[in-house]
């Protein structure tokens, strides 16, 4: 084939063209139409690019739209290499840009990926452009091994890499001896210049905007700036793992969390205590997002964390948060009384303040007083009346609730009942007639009634008040693009069995298993939805709450009450095909557990 024959030039499109033809991916009328056409026009775009902006579907089965991704995969198998997706989030951008200039990678269409042992892989766009091999194996004392990838990502990662990588230089050149004043090991240090970054030097200010527009494209829910002994590091939880996204220069950490400081409008000279703080700002395409910021110090300086919330988690419906049908009439049971309490129970990171927050924007109408307590308040919203705990002026849960009390509320949100003085004026004001919805920290729904009794709440208190208990999780979900049926197996079975025992779910005939795509960045996972249990008070369940309650007789009773374990709310979830066994059992606490 022609491009076989003719080594050492860049891909053209005649070339290209002809092999679509001759795979009988194209018909040879199509592409003689768009050879013409580009042949007029003369621009300089790969001719992987040309050919997907023409969006034809293949004429081979399943007869899918030969998109750029497509192409970029068919030509890798045509030319004999291994296909790359590029993931920015695996590219330590900082060390490999030093290896070759970016003029010198435009010319020949090529990225430094990795450095894996006495090897550099390099992604390329021209598979037969080749004569920049030996010229970087010689300078990186390195084997080099080729992969092929888009020419759009090359295009658009070599701009955006090389651009930080450049502020990054910049903004360590302008104090190169500058130590970091608040990590204990760089006390004897100070013989140094204490020259500091400025926070408003234009490259920090690169750094931390595409810091957060990266964090936002990758699905990011938390950005963790992290410094380290040598070196800092960034990372990003997405879908409730972390990654780490890359090692910057401890004095550039620094100044960027100086500069997020000042936007969060946090005390900059302040390093010795966590601060708390926060930002909103817009993505590129001028969606809002709220940043809730929060320091630590630590040995070596201070760590910052960014929770990123995203005001469309409040428009969204129950069953996209992972409600069944059951679970929504049950809950919106609770949430339609007049008063009583409302408690959501489980970890840091298990979705109750969504859960809280998506309620109430569905209970707060004109004509409801909704207002809420939270410590610290974590979405602003403006048919909420929200107000922050501030310990430093004695306003705490227990004295926010009652300030609260006399601004005529109809539903009062309490962010966490920590203590008893918190729980009775929580009961204080479900008693008086109004709606509290409120959170703890237990492993189930019926553990929260142990819990409140543990405080010292009287059991009749909790009789009085309590309307009902929804515990939760969230468990990735399978990658809609690449999950995998198979037949179920006797291991599965096994795990089916602890899964729903002793309660009885119907076993699917097949189970859907992660396989990996460019989509869900070959993990076979993308996003997370929520298994709930819900515990609805009833006089049955009201007769066992005593000083010395039964806990195994509380869950017995529930369970018989049509509450489902949280396992149970999972099983459902794989037998949808939403998630696998594997990430129930990791996520759901057995149901004997308290």
Not at 18 to 33: F, I, R, Y
Not at 420 to 433: K, N, R, V, Y
Not at 561 to 572: H, N, V
Request: proline share 6%; with cysteine.
């Amino acid at each position: 084939m022609a491009a076989k024959e003719a080594p050492g030039h860049k891909l053209k499109l005649a070339e290209v063209l002809e092999m679509l033809v001759a795979d009988g991916m194209v018909g040879k009328a199509d592409a003689d139409a768009l050879f013409a056409e580009h042949r007029l026009r003369r621009h300089d775009a790969h001719p992987l690019i040309i050919v997907a902006e023409k969006n034809w579907k293949s004429l081979l089965a399943p007869y899918r739209v030969i998109t750029l991704d497509t192409l970029t995969e068919w030509m890798a198998r045509k030319v004999g290499l291994e296909y790359l997706h590029i993931d920015p989030i695996k590219i330590d951008f900082t060390n490999l840009v030093d290896l070759m200039s970016i003029d010198y990678a435009n010319r020949f269409a090529i990225m430094p990926i990795s450095i894996e042992g006495n090897e550099l892989v390099v992604a390329t766009a021209e598979p037969f452009l080749r004569d920049w091999e030996e010229t970087l194996k010689h300078t990186s004392r390195k084997n080099i091994r080729r992969v092929f990838s888009s020419p759009a990502e090359i295009n658009r990662y070599l701009v955006e890499f090389y651009n930080l990588a450049r502020s990054v230089k910049s903004a360590t050149k302008a104090s190169p001896d500058s130590p970091n004043l608040a990590s204990f090991e760089q006390l004897v240090e100070l013989g140094k210049t204490n020259k500091q970054f400025d926070a408003n030097d234009q490259h920090i200010v690169h750094i931390v905007d595409w810091l957060w527009q990266y964090a936002f494209d990758q699905r990011a829910s938390d950005i963790h700036i992290e410094p380290r002994r040598e070196s800092g590091i960034v990372r990003f939880r997405i879908d409730g793992v972390l990654h780490q996204v890359h090692q910057l220069p401890m004095s550039v950490v620094t100044a960027m969390t100086s500069r997020i400081k000042l936007l969060g409008r946090m005390d900059l000279m302040e390093k010795r205590r966590p601060q708390d703080g926060r930002i909103k700002t817009r993505t590129e395409n001028g969606q809002e997002v709220e940043l809730r910021l929060s320091t630590l110090p630590t040995v070596f300086g201070e760590k910052l964390v960014m929770r990123i919330f995203d005001p469309e988690v409040l428009v969204r419906d129950f069953s996209e948060l992972g409600f069944s049908e059951d679970d929504r009439a049950r809950w919106q049971l609770m949430t339609s009384k007049p008063n009583g309490i409302i408690l959501v129970t489980g970890p840091t990171g298990s979705g109750k303040t969504t859960t809280l927050y998506s309620t109430l924007k569905h209970l707060a109408t004109p004509e409801v007083n909704v207002c809420t307590l939270e410590d610290p308040i974590e979405m602003v919203e403006p048919a909420f009346n929200q107000m922050q705990v501030q310990q430093g002026l004695d306003l705490g849960f227990a004295e926010g609730v009652r300030a609260l009390m006399r601004q005529d509320p109809d539903i009062i949100m309490v962010g966490e009942i920590r203590d008893l003085e918190t729980a009775d004026m929580a009961i204080q004001a479900a008693l008086t007639g109004h709606l509290v919805l409120s959170t703890l920290h237990t492993n189930d729904a019926p553990s929260a009634i142990t819990r409140l009794l543990d405080l010292g709440v009287p059991y009749y208190m909790i009789n009085a008040t309590l309307l009902g208990i929804m515990a939760q999780r969230l468990v990735r979900t399978l990658c809609p693009h690449c999950k995998q049926a198979r037949p179920i197996q006797e291991d599965d079975i096994e795990l089916w069995n602890n899964l729903v025992a002793p309660w009885k779910a119907n076993r699917p005939a097949q189970l859907q298993q992660p396989h990996g795509c460019l989509e869900c960045r070959m993990t076979g996972y993308s996003g997370r939805v929520g298994i709930y249990e819900i515990l609805l008070m009833s006089p049955e369940l009201r007769k066992i709450i005593s000083p010395e309650t039964d806990i195994a007789a509380l869950r017995e009773q529930a369970s018989r009450e049509g509450m489902k374990p949280l396992r149970i709310s999972g099983a459902l979830k794989i037998a949808a095909g939403l998630t696998t066994l594997d990430e129930v059992l990791k996520t759901a606490p057995p149901p004997d557990q308290s």
